[in-house]
């Protein structure tokens, strides 16, 4: 027998070795889903605090329930088959009207890649126009290439990203069932496409990832600039309570927005600053106070890269 063979035959011996091992392994635990309930209509499932990984399936953004005499409207559809079907199935322990319509904020990986589940339950579809680029791009088919891996098995090759069935130019009212719904586009901000969903009737707002509670806001490729002054927009809707697209509850809207808004006004000051002397930007992220935020959930894995976007975006805009 040759040298190579014994070589290949002493690997295989080890890996059926470790069959057993890998086959007592207890498989991970579901994250908790539990559904809370905001007003009459409106309930929510609240994220981990967290990176989408295996162990969590994905689960680290909110969605949101409506449910009416005539159907359910969802907003949004969290980040995986799997969490949408547990979803829907908390739905149905709720009520047996069939879910019309889901609404998504944004096209961010964690809120969209459960669509096709309420695609096969019949839902329409509705986005803002502006994720028609998004959809279409590169960024979009290699983020789910990745997440094929980083988040398997929860996200596979029947994985698809998902058009929606009805493109939105500007405000839209719709109404389900006897409630009314106000859909609002407030981007450009966190992304282009943002919309904000309002029940007046029952003043209570999905703000989707225009707020972020408990945690460091995802910055990304944002117009932080907008996103300031769209805060002020969901301000003006007077809810008394709001929906945030990653945290808790928020019935206190003003002094729950602070973090977001005072975090992205710090990076602005900081990096523009930065931007406009022309200084370095690993030595202005190192001379810069983060003392307010680095105690906040993920500001170790987001904050580094929130600064840089922010610093290239201050770039542009400094004249």
């Known amino acids: 027998m040759s040298t190579a063979a014994r070589l290949l035959l002493a690997c295989l011996a080890a890996l059926l070795s470790c069959l057993p091992a890998f086959a007592q392994q207890p498989p991970m635990p579901a994250p908790e889903m539990r559904p809370q309930q905001v007003s009459a209509s409106a309930w929510f499932v609240q ?5 989408g990984s295996p162990a969590n399936q994905n689960f680290i953004s909110n969605a949101g329930f409506v449910i009416t005499r005539d159907g359910v409207v969802v907003i949004d559809a969290l980040g995986s088959p799997a969490l949408a079907e547990r979803l829907l199935a908390e739905i149905r322990r709720r009520t047996d009207k069939p879910v019309t319509h889901v609404i998504l904020t944004h096209y961010h990986a964690d809120h969209i890649y459960g ?3 309420f695609k096969s339950a019949g839902a329409k579809i509705i986005a803002h126009q502006a994720a028609r680029e998004y959809l279409a791009s590169d960024t979009a088919r290699l983020r789910l290439e990745a997440s094929r891996t980083e988040l398997a098995p ?7 990203l998902v058009q929606p069935d009805v493109w939105l130019a500007g405000p839209t009212d719709l109404e389900v069932g006897g409630v009314q719904l106000q859909v609002r586009p407030v981007g450009p901000s966190h992304t282009p496409e943002d ?4 029940l007046p009737g029952e003043r209570v707002l999905f703000a989707g990832d225009l707020v972020f509670r408990n945690r460091i806001p995802y910055v990304g490729q944002a117009d932080s600039r907008h996103w300031i002054g769209a805060l002020d927009q969901l301000l003006a809707f007077g809810a008394t309570a709001i929906v945030p697209g990653h945290g808790p509850l928020s019935t206190e809207a003003r002094k729950d927005m602070e973090l977001t808004r005072d975090y992205l006004l710090h990076l602005r000051r900081v990096m523009g600053e930065a931007a406009k002397n022309m200084e370095p930007f690993d030595d202005a992220y190192k001379a810069a106070d983060w003392s307010r935020f680095q105690a906040m959930p993920l500001f170790g894995v987001a904050n580094r890269m929130n600064a840089y976007n922010t610093y290239l975006l201050m770039e542009r805009e400094t004249p």
């Open 154 to 160: 929860w996200i596979d090759a029947n994985t698809r």
């Open 115 to 117: 669509l096709q589940v």
């Open 195 to 198: 919309l904000a969903i309002y």
């Open 47 to 51: 994220g981990l605090s967290a990176l």
